[in-house]
């Protein structure tokens, strides 16, 4: 009579459990878990901005490699050009692809529209939204030990994680 009251009970706490997970993910607009979509290793490094748009020389601001224009308002990020390989070969009219970026205890999907030389030790450059997500007041410049993992697929939505 007690183990089949405590198998009640545990039965009940893992369907709560399951149930505030699945409503969780449903709710934040990504997939149910991102650690699973990870395509690849992980790579740290340090992540520095960049805001290509110069006023008056191309409206709208130039164009990134995958064709898109480059928009400071959405969450995107150039990788090394060493890298694109890894996160799907990012070039001229393909897909962008999407990476998890997380650093300073805090995590987003970022898309992975560009690639640029940059300089030693660092892996990423995040356009202007989403390194305010990391430094509000954009005072660091450039953020060390940022761990950026590409993700399989192409239906992720970018932003903030958790």
């Known amino acids: 009579m007690v183990f ?3 198998a009640a009970i545990c039965g009940a706490l893992m369907a709560i459990a399951v149930s505030a997970t699945v409503a969780r993910s449903e709710t934040s607009g ?10 690849g290793g ?12 110069k ?14 224009r480059y928009d400071p308002e959405v ?6 050009t060493s890298l694109r390989q890894k996160f799907g070969g990012v070039q001229f009219g393909a897909r962008p692809k ?25 892996i990423i450059d995040l356009n202007e939204r989403t390194m305010r997500h990391f430094d509000p007041g954009m005072d660091l410049g450039v953020i ?9 697929g192409d239906d992720w939505t970018p932003g903030p994680v958790g």
Request: aromatic share 6%; no cysteine.
């Open 4 to 6: 089949r009251s405590s």
């Open 30 to 39: 990504v997939h149910s878990s991102v650690a699973d979509a990870a395509s």
């Open 42 to 53: 992980a790579i740290v490094g340090a992540a520095s901005t960049y805001n290509p748009f």
């Open 98 to 122: 999407f990476a998890l970026v997380e650093a300073v205890g805090k995590k987003v999907i970022v898309k992975i529209n560009d690639v640029g030389p940059l300089k030693p030790g660092r």
């Open 75 to 80: 969450w995107t990020a150039a990788i090394k």
């Open 55 to 68: 006023p008056g020389k191309e409206e709208g601001g130039p164009s990134t490699a995958s064709g898109e």
């Open 144 to 152: 060390p030990d940022v761990t950026v993992t590409p993700l399989s």
